[in-house]
């Protein structure tokens, strides 16, 4: 009887965090870490103590520079995380060093395509905005100021409340659960709470479906919640929004068809997997 060890072992990772969103990021363009039990991704998250997982893989367009696959800490699947995509495109470009002269890039997600910039704050386009509106969630929280639904390629429910304090004692855990867990989304949502700091300025918590949980930042949830908040109360661009771990910028155009997410991202960490 032999312990053979697990393929992965040994296998390289960046861990990343932006805006306290943190990720661990692979090189999986030869697909060997494709085909993994859930159980296996959630442990990585679990142990390096990580929000999800983010792989570059191989476009399956000519026209598209890398595939973005992203795995939430509990090891499934979604289609879109926004800080994840950021921080993707510094590892594309200055880990991976892929047209490392180039700016922008155009990659796909699991349900959408997006444009990125190799700068600053790396802002990406955030090409999928539907559904706005097409759930009622105002009975899902009280008390509330307003509510809304967007997704921004993943689902949120959002929920403006009067101040920071009122914000904060919010028990996220029990509240965002219930939110997530209601029947009337097929496959679960994100909770965002806000309050309004002044013109322009906003602070947001969320839970996030996979997490199970509060994380620091949502990039995702941030554009909904500033998208949301300039078409009800008539902001111009751009909104910044704090976040547990930092500021998020959106900005956007008149009608929307053009909104950008960008904020710090920052490599933490470069090492390998052990078993």
Known sequence: MTNEAP???GREFCRYSATGNTFLIFDNRKEDLSTLEKGVYASWCSKHNVDGLLFVENPQKSELDFHM???NADGGEVEMCGNGA?????????????KAKAKRYHFSTQK????????????????ELREWGNIDVSDLFSPQLSSDY?????????YEVSNSQELQEIQLQEVGS???YDERFE?????????????????????ERGVEGE??????????????????????????IEVGGGTLEISFNQDFSEVFLAGPVDLLERNTLKA
């Open 178 to 180: 219930k939110i997530r």
């Open 150 to 158: 967007l997704n921004t390629g993943v689902p949120h429910a959002l």
């Open 112 to 127: 959408g395509e997006y444009l990125g910039e190799s700068s600053e704050l790396f802002p990406i386009q955030m090409t």
């Open 86 to 98: 950021r921080s993707i495109l510094h590892f594309y470009s200055q880990v991976l060093g892929e």
């Open 7 to 9: 393929s992965w072992q």
């Open 187 to 207: 496959r679960g949502v994100n909770a965002n709470f806000f309050c309004v700091l002044g013109p322009g300025h906003l602070r947001m918590r969320t839970y």
């Open 69 to 71: 696959r992203y795995l």
């Open 215 to 240: 994380t620091l930042s949502c990039g995702t949830g941030a554009t909904a919640v500033a998208l949301s908040v300039a078409k009800n109360k008539s902001w111009a661009s751009p909104i910044r």
